[in-house]
């Protein structure tokens, strides 16, 4: 019997109305991908969130997100249960991880909820930064690095920018994995680009062990890794 436990993980994202929470700047989206063993499942959450003060013209410029579009979306106490529901107490995978943990504590702190801790939390921007000392470190550049297909998105999105973060997460990690399993269609939504994914692939968790077969297929799978971090010092 195969005992090994799944791990999952929540790679995560937001968008804000600029770039300091201290200054009072807020969320006003947030992106979640669910990750069980490295792989995405199929299970998100997505929200957009009235942050009660104007965007900055350099978040709409970055995101696309206007204040007009923000109006008539709940406050962020209106969806943090869901939210953190959601999330429970899985690691979380952010790129650079400073940012979003602290929009979202100064979020949860007004709300008197627990906070995040930096100690559950695997930051990619440090990774690849580590491992691609003085090479552009964005999400961007690592797509690129890895060959990731960024089509899916004109600006910036908390779920689409999650998507991407997924795949250039198991690259940093040493592996690559196939494709993400769906199609996009944009649509407009007050003047916003909206990547809607059409076609999902919801992975079932294995309880049992691989079969002689399986495990020659990995193997000869293996082989074709490109520099995998194991064999890394």
């Known amino acids: 019997m195969n005992n090994a436990k799944n791990?999952?993980?929540?790679?995560?994202?937001?968008?804000?109305?600029?770039?300091?929470?201290?200054?009072g700047d807020r969320i006003v989206e947030i992106g979640c991908v669910e990750l069980i063993n490295g792989v995405p499942t199929g299970e998100?959450?997505?929200?957009?969130?009235?942050?009660?003060?104007?965007?900055?013209?350099?978040a709409i410029r970055v995101c696309?997100?206007?204040?007009?579009?923000?109006?008539?979306k709940p406050l962020f106490q209106d969806?943090?249960?869901?939210?953190?529901?959601?999330?429970?107490?899985s690691r979380l995978v952010i790129h650079n991880a400073k940012f979003d943990i602290g929009f979202l504590n100064s979020e949860l702190e007004k709300l008197g909820k627990p906070l995040f801790n930096l100690d559950n939390v695997v930051d990619t921007l440090a990774i690849a930064r580590k491992k691609y000392p003085g090479s552009p470190a964005s999400l961007d550049a690592l797509?690129?690095?890895?060959?990731?297909?960024?089509?899916?998105?004109?600006?910036?999105g908390a779920l689409i920018d999650c998507i991407l973060l997924a795949d250039v997460y198991v690259n940093l990690?040493?592996?690559?994995?196939?494709?993400?399993?769906?199609?996009?269609?944009?649509?407009?939504?007050?003047?916003?680009?909206?990547?809607?994914?059409?076609?999902?692939?919801?992975?079932i968790y294995r309880d049992f062990a691989p079969t002689p077969?399986?495990?020659?297929?990995?193997?000869?799978?293996?082989?074709?890794?490109?520099?995998?971090?194991w064999l890394n010092d």
Request: hydrophobic share 30%.
């Open 44 to 58: 998100e959450y997505h929200v957009y969130v009235n942050p009660q003060r104007k965007m900055s013209d350099e």
């Open 213 to 229: 077969e399986e495990l020659s297929a990995h193997e000869e799978f293996i082989k074709k890794l490109t520099s995998p971090i």
């Open 79 to 89: 969806v943090v249960d869901d939210f953190l529901n959601f999330v429970g107490d």
């Open 143 to 156: 797509c690129k690095r890895f060959e990731i297909d960024t089509s899916i998105r004109s600006k910036h």
């Open 173 to 203: 990690l040493g592996g690559r994995q196939g494709a993400l399993g769906f199609e996009t269609q944009s649509t407009s939504n007050a003047g916003i680009d909206v990547v809607q994914c059409t076609t999902r692939c919801k992975r």
């Open 64 to 72: 696309g997100i206007t204040n007009e579009f923000l109006a008539d």
């Open 7 to 23: 791990t999952r993980e929540i790679v995560l994202d937001t968008e804000t109305t600029g770039l300091s929470c201290e200054q």
